[in-house]
């Protein structure tokens, strides 16, 4: 077995529909399995999507849900390709994806992580990998409006997270929309780390391979998918406090196991002191909705610093 790819549904029979049937359209070359692990879908989408490709796939039910980490693993346990692809239900991969980051792997030994670029559903450039792997510097700058204002105006958007040349580069990490690993690279490091629900799962899990195996992460840039990102949580208001709670938890988390709860908190105390500048700032301009968004950011923030470290224990 060349490729094993793995899809998480949960309530999103549309998008994951589409994502299989694009796997099944344009990959012909390779001797591949997907797995999809369903958690436990309200709508029941994880039985009418076995109903509708049958054995096509490898049908895991999760029995609840357990959040990427604990559901990527379980499909791990049931993969027997020479290269696991672990991808998000929200994209449409394009022609010979699956073959051309498969090529790429099989002639770089050293590389263990590889992914290609990511577009939007518009087909333009989106966030497709990080240059640096867990740096709270690159963090601080992301935060930074005088570098936001400069990067609008004199760079290419992603510039620094998309791949516009047309040779493989390396960098920090992929992003989980599209993250192709080697399972030998699995057997030695382990799986997602269960702790993390939901989020920052392939930054730690890469920081733990880099560390131990000193393997290669490469984006290939003729590879590419379509991305609808945060398409699986519907079509819901602008700011959805569960998602960006979960997310900041979970890079909180990440920090820690890397690299020690000081910096950890360093982290989450960075993104308070951003959040309430940017408040500060759409107060004076009036805009006031994105001062509401930034107030509700501030407070769940300001929140998980006065409440370390028990946030990093939390489920």
Not at 7 to 15: A, E, G, P, S, V
Not at 52 to 77: H, P
Not at 133 to 157: G, N, T, V
Not at 289 to 306: F, G, L, N, Q
Request: glycine residues 6%; contains cysteine; hydrophobic residues 40%.
């Amino acid at each position: 077995m060349d490729v094993s790819v793995i899809i998480i549904n949960y309530n999103t029979f549309d998008l994951t529909k589409a994502a299989l049937e694009s796997i099944f359209l344009h990959t012909k070359e390779l001797c591949y399995e997907v797995i999809l692990v369903d958690n436990a879908s309200p709508d029941g989408s994880g039985e009418r999507l076995r109903e509708l490709f049958e054995d096509r796939l490898v049908y895991i039910q999760a029995g609840g849900n357990l959040g990427t980490s604990r559901s990527f693993n379980l499909g791990l346990a049931r993969a027997a390709g020479k290269y696991v692809l672990w991808l998000n239900p929200d994209v449409l991969i394009r022609d010979n994806f699956l073959e051309k980051l498969f090529d790429y792997m099989e002639q770089d030994e050293q590389c263990g992580i590889c992914g290609g670029n990511v577009l939007d559903f518009e087909g333009k450039p989106a966030h497709s990998f990080r240059s640096h792997l867990l740096s709270l510097r690159q963090d601080r700058a992301d935060k930074s409006l005088f570098l936001a204002l400069w990067r609008k105006l004199f760079y290419r958007p992603f510039a620094d997270s998309y791949n516009y040349t047309e040779h493989p580069v390396r960098v920090g990490y992929i992003t989980g929309a599209d993250m192709m690993v080697r399972r030998s690279l699995f057997d030695a490091v382990g799986g997602f780390d269960e702790d993390i629900f939901m989020y920052a799962e392939e930054v730690e899990f890469t920081y733990r391979a880099v560390q131990k195996t000193h393997c290669t992460v490469v984006c290939v840039p003729d590879a590419h998918i379509l991305h609808l990102e945060g398409a699986s949580f519907g079509k819901e208001a602008r700011f959805n406090e569960w998602k960006f709670t979960t997310g900041m938890t979970g890079s909180a988390k990440c920090y820690a196991k890397c690299l020690g709860e000081k910096v950890s908190l360093r982290y989450l105390k960075l993104l308070r002191r951003s959040y309430r500048k940017f408040f500060l700032v759409c107060t004076l301009l009036f805009r006031r909705t994105s001062r509401e968004i930034y107030r509700k950011k501030y407070t769940i923030a300001d929140k998980a610093v006065r409440e370390f470290p028990a946030i990093l224990r939390s489920e």
